[in-house]
């Protein structure tokens, strides 16, 4: 059993900035690859960003170069770097662990991003 926990979301102004964290309860050196989906109001829950272990990151092609996902393996902690942010960006943001076959679910964190 992984717990994920995240935190970082808020309210800002399009073109502004945020970073999402999540917190693991295992260690990263046993987990498979972490990941950051988000979901918006009436639609399907979608990858942002994943990073597996040992290997190459993959992201959202309406994210790529505007957000950066990262680990700090010693905090057992993954990062989403959000910038130049637009009103479509606004969702809730999940952290997914992948664990032999087995994924886990944080439970979200809310962006929103107006003016």
């Known amino acids: 059993q992984v717990q994920l926990v995240e935190s970082g979301g808020g309210l800002v102004q399009p073109g502004g900035s945020l970073r999402l964290s999540c917190a693991a309860s295992?260690?990263?050196?046993?987990?498979?690859?972490m990941a950051w989906y988000r979901q918006a109001p009436g639609k399907p829950r979608e990858l942002v960003a994943r990073?597996?272990?040992?290997?190459?990151?993959n992201y959202a092609d309406s994210v790529k170069g505007r957000f950066t996902i990262s680990t700090d393996n010693a905090k057992n902690t993954v990062y989403l770097q959000m910038n130049s942010l637009k009103p479509e960006d606004t969702a809730v943001y999940y952290c997914n662990a992948a664990l032999r076959g087995v994924v886990f679910w944080g439970q979200g964190t809310q962006v929103t991003v107006s003016s």
């Open positions: 990073i597996p272990s040992g290997g190459s990151t």
């Open positions: 295992a260690s990263f050196a046993t987990i498979n690859a």
